[in-house]
């Protein structure tokens, strides 16, 4: 999911159609057991090390990114963290270029690894008014047996946070990769207990959700005029039925699905912004308006879901189709955020017209990249972020600047 607090995170994933994964549908990626073909039409396309896609077409992926291992927390923290007050940098970096266009704050991924590198550190302190956990308040990190659960990275990063006066945005509540063991066991709902019903299976979503978020509520949050309010988010494509790996929710239809976890999120902390996240939505394509028309759905009998958030890993030359991705996600009527930016080879061009998109997109009120520099990056080998190795700005750092 937090994200700001963004709670990331749920992908609804397709239902297989024939023995082959439906346009849209998974294809591959780490602890993948579902099929690995595509209907045709499509090709399977490597969007991150979890996670392939049957992505309309026939071009094979030109990136593979590397694999990474998520931080391990060992100890259980044993009271929230403190209330931050706001976001705060250099009056000539990032954030404050970007919030001098009345925007809420520019962001970047983070976890305990790269805060104690003091390099990374004392950028993150000086160009952005915000981070996001890059993996500590993922379901694995987070409650890795059932009913028990471990907050020691997600504090580390929260107190980080509120001692550095920047802000939060959480990820993620919900996802369908990097979760526990015992979650991905799950095969339907009588397994998971004798006898267990329907009712009984969301409870496991709703405790995880409810556990998770009210531990940061109010905590993790941003400040809008005077006016307090978490965003957390759930990540989630617009298919019809979860599956794989998480095999004991596909009875659960994708709307149901979403307001059992928003409905959770809500009640958690009734003043949060709640945000649905998503990868693909980077060009107004027909997964774009699947997000509008759940998004619409779930809203029609009152407004559950606060904001979307389209992550935004780009291929290099992949940013032309932003501008119109942004446009249409803000015709829901909710606020937009890109989450999770970062683009291969990081050219200028690319960087700036994802920034421009934003800046242009009134409903649109954050950009986090997904990390500081390269070297720390998911993604290393495509060079993909604003500094470089040695934590040096790049031509799209200066660019990036500049266009504000």
Same mark, same amino acid.
């Given at each position: 999911?937090?994200?700001? %607090? ?16 439906? +346009?849209?549908?998974?294809?591959? /990626?780490?602890?993948? *057991? ?69 925007? @809420?704050?520019?962001? *970047? ?8 590198? !003091? =390099? ?13 956990? +890059?993996?500590?308040? @993922?379901?694995?990190?987070? +409650? ?57 299976? &969301?409870?496991? %979503?709703?405790?995880?959700? *409810?556990? %998770? =978020? ?8 941003? *400040? +809008? ?12 494509? &617009?298919?019809? %039925? ?30 949060? @912004? ?26 029609? !009998? /009152? ?8 992550? &935004?890993?780009?291929? $290099? ?6 501008? #119109? ?5 803000? #015709? ?6 890109? &989450? ?16 421009? $998109? ?12 997904? /990390? ?33």
């Amino acid at each position: 999911m937090f994200n700001l %607090v963004s709670f990331c995170l749920l992908a609804l994933l397709a239902q297989r159609i024939n023995g082959a994964s439906p +346009e849209w549908g998974q294809c591959g /990626g780490i602890g993948w *057991s579902g099929d690995t073909t595509c209907v045709s039409g499509t090709a399977c396309t490597v969007i991150n090390p979890y996670y392939s896609q049957c992505l309309p077409g026939t071009a094979a992926p030109t990136t593979t990114p590397p694999t990474t291992t998520p931080p391990t927390t060992t100890t259980v923290g044993s009271s929230p963290p403190p209330t931050s007050t706001g976001g705060s940098s250099s009056a000539t970096g990032l954030n404050a270029k970007f919030i001098a266009h009345g925007k @809420k704050f520019f962001a *970047s991924a983070a976890d305990q690894n790269t805060i104690n590198i !003091a =390099a990374n550190q004392a950028l993150l302190k000086s160009d952005f008014g915000g981070v996001t956990p +890059e993996n500590s308040m @993922k379901w694995d990190a987070t +409650e890795p047996s059932r009913g028990s659960f471990n907050f020691a990275g997600a504090d580390f990063l929260v107190n980080w946070a509120v001692s550095n006066g920047k802000l939060v945005r959480g990820h993620t509540f919900v996802w369908h990769n990097q979760l526990p063991s015992w979650v991905s066991q799950i095969t339907d709902k009588n397994t998971l207990e004798p006898k267990l019903s329907a009712k009984k299976q &969301t409870s496991v %979503v709703q405790n995880h959700i *409810s556990t %998770v =978020a009210g531990r940061y509520k109010g905590k993790v949050y941003y *400040s +809008e005029d005077s006016l307090t309010s978490g965003m957390f988010a759930m990540k989630s494509s &617009t298919k019809t %039925v979860v599956s794989n790996p998480t095999p004991s929710l596909t009875f659960l239809d994708r709307q149901n699905f979403v307001n059992i976890a928003f409905t959770a999120a809500r009640a958690a902390d009734p003043n949060a @912004k709640l945000y649905i996240n998503d990868f693909n939505l980077d060009s107004n394509n027909a997964k774009v308006q699947g997000m509008v028309r759940l998004v619409n759905s779930v809203n029609s !009998a /009152g407004k559950l879901i606060d904001g979307i958030g389209t992550q &935004t890993h780009l291929n $290099a030359g992949g940013a032309g189709g932003v501008q #119109a991705a942004l446009t249409a996600l803000a #015709a829901t009527g909710c606020e937009i955020a890109i &989450t999770e930016l970062d683009i291969a080879g990081a050219s200028a061009n690319d960087y700036t017209t994802v920034v421009k $998109a934003c800046l242009n997109t009134p409903s649109c009120v954050s950009i986090t990249t997904w /990390g500081v520099a390269d070297v720390n990056s998911w993604r290393a080998s495509s060079t993909p972020l604003l500094f470089d190795n040695n934590y040096k700005p790049k031509a799209a750092y200066t660019a990036v600047i500049n266009a504000m």
